[in-house]
């Protein structure tokens, strides 16, 4: 079983709808939980940089983890054709500081 | 400000040949990692560099891979000996310490013929 698991299917939906994705950890000293974007033949983006449970919002991302659940969410609000990239979730625990990722989700937004 | 860059962007080389991958962090930062991304693994921890501490090698999927940061600046990855299933793009990312998040470059794209 992989540390870190999210399912790599492609992702379309309509201009304006709310793009949800999620992953599923098996490492419980995982802390620190993080969302990246990426772009065609582009390094991963930051996006969202949370620690522990809890929600985070910043604009129209939202991050959710539960750490009871070992579960993160990300959800993209009034989603764009700009947001069609890739989204990489990511997490490390402490006194570890490399990233564990998942493999990736695809999100075309459809005009 | 620069982010962090990677250079070259794209690397053709012949099977058996020697590689080497250069990072230019962001000014500042003393945590450095270097991770590899292929179709169908994902994103791979290869190395880490924090400061004047000995790297966390323990990503490097054999000996002929290596890297080393001088000055605590820029560092270089190489790879001997290169096979095909060493193609992939290299990342480099850092971050201002070991516990802030990372930032990343826009890699190498390393293919073996």
């Known amino acids: 079983q992989k540390e870190v698991e999210q399912d790599p299917g492609p992702l379309s939906v309509p201009e304006g709808a709310i793009v949800s994705l999620n992953c599923t950890y098996s490492?419980?000293?995982?802390?620190?939980f993080m969302w990246y974007r990426q772009y065609s033949r582009k390094g991963p983006e930051l996006l969202m940089y949370?620690?522990?449970?809890g929600n985070k919002e910043d604009g129209r991302f939202t991050a959710q983890v539960d750490k009871s659940s070992k579960y993160i969410s990300l959800f993209i609000r009034d989603s764009q054709p700009s947001d069609s990239a890739t989204y990489l979730c990511?997490?490390?625990?402490?006194?570890?500081?490399?990233?564990?990722f998942g493999k990736g989700n695809q999100v075309v937004v459809i005009p | 400000g620069a982010g962090v860059s990677q250079s070259p962007s794209n690397k053709v080389t012949e099977k058996g040949k020697d590689v080497e991958l250069r990072c230019d962090p962001i000014?500042?930062?003393?945590?450095l990692y270097w991770y590899r991304q292929s179709l169908g693994q994902g994103l791979e921890f290869l190395i880490y560099?924090?400061?004047?501490?000995?790297?966390?090698k323990s990503g490097l999927p054999s000996d002929r891979f290596s890297a080393e940061r001088t000055g605590g600046s820029v560092s270089t990855l190489t790879i001997q000996r290169t096979q095909q299933e060493d193609s992939a793009v290299y990342l480099c990312?850092?971050?201002?310490?070991?516990?802030?998040?990372?930032?990343f470059g826009d890699g190498t794209r390393l293919s073996i013929l």
């Open positions: 990312a850092s971050s201002q310490s070991g516990y802030q998040p990372q930032h």
């Open positions: 490492n419980s000293a995982f802390q620190y």
């Open positions: 949370t620690y522990s449970s």
């Open positions: 990511a997490m490390s625990a402490r006194g570890n500081n490399r990233l564990a």
């Open positions: 000014s500042g930062h003393t945590a």
């Open positions: 560099f924090q400061g004047n501490s000995a790297p966390d």
